[in-house]
């Protein structure tokens, strides 16, 4: 059994600044990538930033300079600093994580809940 846990969202000014974490739990053998989504209302859900096992990243263009992706693997966790928030930075942020569970196994994914990120003045 995986958890994945999220925390940090909130509301914030435009402008601000947030820090989301995203810790995953359980009998993982290795971790992939990990990420994050975000769904804005009456929006598809879309990536937002992405971290590969090398440590490599993307970034949706929207986000491209202003929020930084890093993960630390001793503590099984990601991160996603976002700065210079903007109101279409508005939505419920998941975090997704792959793994496998033996060498060489398949590999699955996992997400979070979602934190809702509200930026408004």
């Known amino acids: 059994q995986v958890q994945v846990v999220e925390s940090g969202g909130g509301l914030v000014q435009p402008g601000g600044s947030l820090r989301l974490s995203c810790t995953a739990s359980g009998s993982i053998f290795s971790f992939n990538a990990m990420g994050w989504y975000r769904q804005a209302p009456g929006k598809e859900r879309e990536l937002v930033a992405a971290i590969m096992s090398g440590g490599s990243t993307n970034y949706a263009d929207s986000v491209k300079g202003r929020f930084t992706i890093s993960r630390d693997n001793a503590k099984n966790t990601v991160y996603l600093r976002m700065n210079s928030l903007k109101p279409e930075d508005t939505a419920v942020y998941y975090c997704?994580?792959?793994?496998?569970?033996?060498?060489?196994?398949?590999?699955?994914?996992?997400w979070g809940q979602g934190t809702q990120v509200t930026v408004s003045s």
């Open positions: 997704y994580i792959t793994c496998n569970f033996r060498v060489a196994g398949p590999i699955y994914t996992y």
